[in-house]
């Protein structure tokens, strides 16, 4: 096995158990986060 095959990027990614925790917490928090803003801004103002 002299030539030796580069790991594809795709399975690195998915083989690195705490950057898909991390993107497991990131993600919803940041699109939940963003909802929630936009919810509020979108309220409209009292007179």
Do not use: C
């Amino acid at each position: 096995m002299a030539d030796k095959e580069e790991v594809p990027l795709m399975q690195r990614i998915l083989d690195n158990h705490f950057l898909l925790l991390a993107l497991g917490v990131v993600v919803p928090t940041v699109l939940y986060t963003l909802w929630g803003i936009i919810d509020i801004v979108s309220i409209p103002l009292a007179k």
